[in-house]
Antibody, heavy 116, light 107 residues
Framework: QDQLVQSGAEVKKPGASLKVSCKAS????????IHWVRQGPGQRPEWMGW????????RYSQKFQGRVTITRDTSASTAYMELSSLRSEDTAVYYC?????????WGQGTLVTVSS | EIVMTQSPATLSVSPGEGATLSCRAS??????LAWYQQTPGQAPRLLIY???TRATGIPARFSGSGSGTEFTLTISSLQSEDFAVYFC?????????FGQGTKLEIK
């Protein structure tokens, strides 16, 4: 059974940085891509970026360009999403999800609260 | 970016009845559309991809149709577990974008 397990909830102050992990199990980590999607309270999901876990290529939404970095550690079957210069509007649940185009397996989500 | 618009925002239906949810893209996306179901506190769950292909394990009462800019998700004979929020998503162009969701509630 494919599974993505994310790191736990975080509380951050404005201006800080965030790093969320996403560990994959169930099939070869390098056979697919990992998306990062966030969802604010009562909001639609918002796609942030994507990494091809095989070759490390990344693609980011222009909205987050310069603030987000997605990486992976193939030896640990884990992908990471870093978001810098946090502001209150970044308060959301952050999800990783696998799939080259659509996302067919999702992590449980990581609640991130940005508050002074 | 491509804007996805869903209608209606809320749909009230009785169990056992059918429901039709709509999704419109601001430009043609061919058939590169997915539908997701989300219940409170849970991650989205893939239902349909490529506009009309059911994901693994999804019951046959869920069906998708459409291409270009107009898409439909049809749920026949609603079960209690089907009352949730449904999102459409396009993956034709970066950035991928989602609709604002349709809440399917019990009438």
């Amino acid at each position: 059974q494919d599974q993505l397990v994310q790191s736990g909830a975080e509380v951050k102050k404005p201006g800080a940085s965030l790093k969320v992990s996403c560990k994959a199990s169930g099939h070869s980590f390098t056979n697919y891509a990992i998306h990062w999607v966030r969802q604010g309270p009562g909001q639609r999901p918002e796609w942030m970026g994507w990494i091809n876990t095989g070759n490390g290529n990344t693609r980011y939404s222009q909205k987050f360009q310069g603030r987000v970095t997605i990486t992976r550690d193939t030896s640990a079957s884990t992908a990471y999403m870093e978001l810098s210069s946090l502001r209150s509007e970044d308060t959301a649940v952050y999800y990783c999800a696998s799939g080259f185009s659509y996302a067919d397996c999702w992590g449980q989500g990581t609640l991130v609260t940005v508050s002074s | 970016e491509i804007v996805m618009t869903q209608s209606p925002a809320t749909l009230s239906v009785s169990p056992g009845e059918g429901a039709t949810l709509s999704c419109r893209a601001s430009q043609s996306i061919s058939s590169t559309l997915a539908w997701y179901q989300q219940t409170p506190g849970q991650a989205p769950r893939l239902l349909i991809y490529d506009a009309s292909t059911r994901a693994t394990g999804i019951p046959a009462r869920f069906s998708g149709s459409g291409s270009g800019t107009e898409f439909t998700l049809t749920i026949s004979s609603l079960q209690s577990e089907d009352f949730a929020v449904y999102f459409c998503q396009q993956y034709n162009k970066w950035p991928q974008t989602f609709g604002q969701g349709t809440k399917l509630e019990i009438k």
